[in-house]
């Protein structure tokens, strides 16, 4: 029993050395994360610094007559540019207006690109997850009538949307270059669920009901040709370091698709027509005896859905024509040592 006591003491007072050793780290961490944030608020005051000036010098650049010099301050400062918005990823950033109403003031920013990959890839993998589970209960759907497995397909797809609302919201903090139209998709594809989950099963809606199954049965397929799809481009990209981390799929054009255009544009608009299709089906429904005013709401919806999601996809395709230029005139000006830095921690 002595023996077994002095072996306690023992290993209890090897245990507090390794105590005493864990304080004083988490003194020195402690002392880090402050010069953390003290270098971080310095960073985030050069970078508006920077943009000021560059602001300044853009506005006084109009009235150089020598047209050599403006070109080359213009493509300097295209790349310079693209340096401050490669550090921006580097710094926390502050919650959007929805961010705030959801989570309040929590920092959602990820800061390691390991970990922002992982979180885009989580995303994508949510996305693929729901919808399989939307498509095997659309297929159920189309060959049942049960009005129980109809509720719960619009429930799912109201908390299915309500999520990637929030979770692009954080993409969107770290980095995500998503247009605020396929942002906004979302908001609205919640409204349309929404209204189709409180839709009485009247005459009208069992006569449109085959139908949005049928749509979204073919929408689960385009998302999973983006999912495999964007999935091998961007993790090639990623390894050349040649895209962000944070590009998402969405249901439109995006920077990824340059490379096999013309294998997902097809289906994409095909699914905007199959939108368009839906809200004349609707438009003509609202004159249905037993019609209420969901009928007219999700017509007029699907129709803004079909507008906006054709409209933005054409108007992006020069857009990233233009952007591609400024790429080249960004690697042409050779790289200085932040670049050398981006780039490896890229190719990591």
Known sequence: MDIDAESCVKDWDDLARDYKELEALNRVYLAKLEEVGELQAKCVKGISHQKYRIGVISKSMKNLSARETREK??????????????????????????????????????????????????????????SVIGFVLSVLNLFTNIRTLELSFMFLLVWYYCTLTIRESILKVNGSRIKGWWRFHHFL?????????????TGAWYKFRGQFMWFNVYISVVQYLQFRYQRGVLYRLKALGERDNMDITIEGFHSWMWRGLSFLLPFLFLGYLFQLHNAYTLYKLAFHPEATWHVPVLSAMFLVLFLGNITTTIMVIPQKRRERVKHHLFASGGENTHDKESKNDKDE
């Open 189 to 201: 594809s919640t409204v349309v669920s929404g209204v189709l989950l409180v839709w009485p099963n």
């Open 73 to 130: 301050l213009q493509k300097s400062m295209m790349r310079r540019e693209q340096q401050l918005y490669e550090i921006e990823q580097t710094l926390p950033k502050p919650n959007g207006t929805y961010l705030k109403i959801i989570l309040g003031n929590v920092n959602v920013s990820i800061l390691n690109k390991s970990d922002k990959f992982k979180y885009k890839d989580e995303y994508e993998k949510f996305k693929l997850v729901l």
